[in-house]
């Protein structure tokens, strides 16, 4: 049975730093690309971040490049979301996917998702 399990979020001031976390078991984790999406209130659920199974490759969304680092660790199954200069704005439920598609973009080519972890970030 596959799991992804997001932890790390919270509420923050704006201008803070949060370290969001994924770990994911039941899968062959280094196969796999790495995903950070979100959506907030009101809003559809958007591509954060991606990143290779073999780390070769990231993508950022525009709003958030320069402020956040998606990272893996494959010998742990772990990725995680450094994020700095937070805004009100990233405010979202942030859920970590896999997919071993090569269509990164699309969220119809994720295979498996967590719950997702909440980020508040107040002004």
């Known amino acids: 049975q596959v799991q992804l399990v997001e932890s790390g979020g919270g509420l923050v001031q704006a201008g803070d730093s949060l370290r969001l976390s994924c770990e994911a078991s039941?899968?062959?984790?280094?196969?796999?690309?790495m995903a950070w999406f979100r959506q907030g209130p009101g809003k559809e659920r958007e591509l954060v971040t991606f990143?290779?199974?073999?780390?070769?490759?990231?993508y950022y969304e525009d709003s958030v490049k320069g402020r956040f680092t998606i990272s893996r660790d494959n010998a742990n199954n772990m990725v995680y979301l450094q994020m700095n200069r937070l805004k009100p704005d990233d405010t979202a439920v942030y859920s970590c996917?896999?997919?071993?598609?090569?269509?990164?973009?699309?969220?119809?080519?994720?295979?498996?998702w967590g719950r997702g972890t909440q980020v508040t970030v107040s002004s």
């Open positions: 996917a896999a997919s071993r598609g090569s269509a990164m973009l699309l969220t119809s080519n994720y295979n498996y």
């Open positions: 039941g899968l062959p984790f280094s196969d796999y690309h």
């Open positions: 990143i290779t199974h073999s780390s070769d490759s990231v």
